[in-house]
């Protein structure tokens, strides 16, 4: 036991470089704080002290400012950044070195008695805000963007960002990969893709054109003195005065 919290603080030293200290780690990290609490709660979980636990589970979440349920499962070296706002599910099932960040939400859709919090795999980074939903699976090696909401399982080894969340990239990892930021963003890629779709159709037009003997002269474009365009090239959409 003794091993296992002083490797607690390992963790925290690793993936919060703002702790300087084993002292400074074990003194003012609240998600080492909120880890703790949750421990002694899950104990009294177990052992149908269900008052008990729910009460360390009240203090922890005033203290601390997350709100780990006693009956949620946690594996090892989990690390939560600042705490503040942190919400874990009753049937959540965490699997070995995850990290979360601040604002992340493991939630349930359903008020049955049954499974209805997610599972998280090992090796998951779930970024700040981010909301999971449901009795999902995150599969390992997953990386969850900043702010999203996850709704559906997501297969090992993926990046999910949005919302809904979607899957922008697939690569095979073993190692924790804390640049939850570093994500792309699947809008800005699709004008891209849109862009450079444009410009070779009209390389080729152009192409065809020439071997056709077409020459095409562009219309001028509407300017403010009046000069009007073609109706076939004006926008259907009427810019607010």
């Known amino acids: 036991m003794a091993d296992r ?34 421990k002694a709660s899950h104990r009294m979980y177990l052992k149908g002290h269900f008052k008990t636990a729910r009460a360390l589970n009240y203090i922890s979440r005033v203290l601390t ?39 992340v939400t493991l939630g349930g859709v359903s008020t049955e008695k049954k499974k209805r919090h997610p599972t998280i795999g090992n090796n998951v980074v779930i970024g700040a805000g981010a909301t999971i939903l449901g009795p999902v699976v995150i599969g390992d090696n997953v990386r969850v963007g900043a702010g999203s909401v996850v709704v559906k399982s997501v297969p090992p080894n ?20 804390l640049h939850h930021e570093e994500l792309p963003d699947p809008v800005v890629n699709a004008f891209v893709d849109l ?21 095409y002269k562009r219309p001028a474009a509407a300017t403010k003195s009046g000069t009007p365009q073609p109706a076939e090239l004006s926008c259907p959409v009427k810019e607010k005065p």
């Open 5 to 38: 919290e002083k490797r607690d603080i390992d963790i925290v030293l690793e993936r919060d470089p703002a702790a300087k200290s084993r002292a400074e780690a074990l003194l003012f990290s609240p998600g080492l704080h909120a880890l703790r609490f949750y």
């Open 65 to 103: 400012g997350a709100d780990i349920h006693p009956g949620a499962t946690v594996g090892k070296e989990f690390f939560i950044d600042h705490a503040t706002g942190v919400v874990i599910g009753e049937t959540s099932i965490i699997g070995d070195n995850v990290s979360i960040y601040q604002g």
């Open 158 to 177: 993926s990046t999910v960002v949005g919302v809904p969340a979607k899957i922008v990239k697939r690569e095979g990892t073993t190692s924790i990969d």
């Open 195 to 215: 862009c450079h779709s444009l410009s070779e159709m009209e390389y080729r037009l152009e192409l065809i054109e020439k071997k056709l003997g077409v020459e």
